[in-house]
C-alpha cells in the first residue's frame, strides 16, 4: 500500500495497472481505525492493483490539503473513511471496507468465469479443425 502525494496522485492513477483503489482517512476516526488492517489485507490479497492511502488529517502536508481538495471538487468527497475504486478511467466511490472487498472479490470470480469460458471457446475451436 503507498501513501499518495501530490506529485504521484496523478501518475500513479494513470499507471500501467488500470485499477486502482485510494482510501481516504482521518487518524481520529474509529471505523477508519478498523477498517486500515482490512484495506492492508486486499492490497495482499489483490496484487494486480494499486493501493493508495491518503491520511487527510496530515495538515502539515500542503501536498494532501491538495489532493483532498481535489477529491472534494471532482470524487464527492464527503466523510472518512471514503473508498474511490478507479478501473478504466471510471471512478465508483465506495463507502466502507466491506463493500470494497465484496465488489473486489465480485470481480475477480466474473474475471475467471469469463477465463474459462474463453479458455472452452479456444477448446471449441481447436476440435472443429482436424489435420490429416
Do not use: Q, R
Amino acid at each position: 500500500m503507498n501513501l499518495l502525494n501530490i506529485k504521484n496522485f496523478k501518475e500513479d492513477l494513470s499507471d500501467i495497472i488500470p485499477e486502482n483503489i485510494v482510501m481516504v482517512y482521518a487518524d481520529w476516526c474509529s471505523i477508519c481505525k478498523s477498517s486500515k488492517p482490512k484495506y492492508l489485507e486486499l492490497s495482499k490479497k489483490f496484487k494486480n492493483k494499486n493501493f493508495y492511502a491518503i491520511d487527510a488529517t496530515d495538515t502539515k502536508n500542503k501536498n494532501v490539503k491538495k489532493i483532498i481538495s481535489h477529491l472534494s471538487e471532482n470524487l464527492n468527497f464527503s466523510g472518512y473513511p471514503t473508498f474511490y475504486y478507479i478501473k478504466n478511467d471510471e471512478i465508483e466511490v465506495i463507502d466502507n471496507v466491506d463493500e470494497l472487498k465484496n465488489k473486489l472479490e465480485n470481480e475477480e470470480e466474473n474475471e475467471e468465469d469469463e477465463e474459462e469460458e474463453e479458455e472452452e471457446e479456444e477448446e471449441e475451436d481447436n476440435t472443429d479443425c482436424l489435420i490429416m
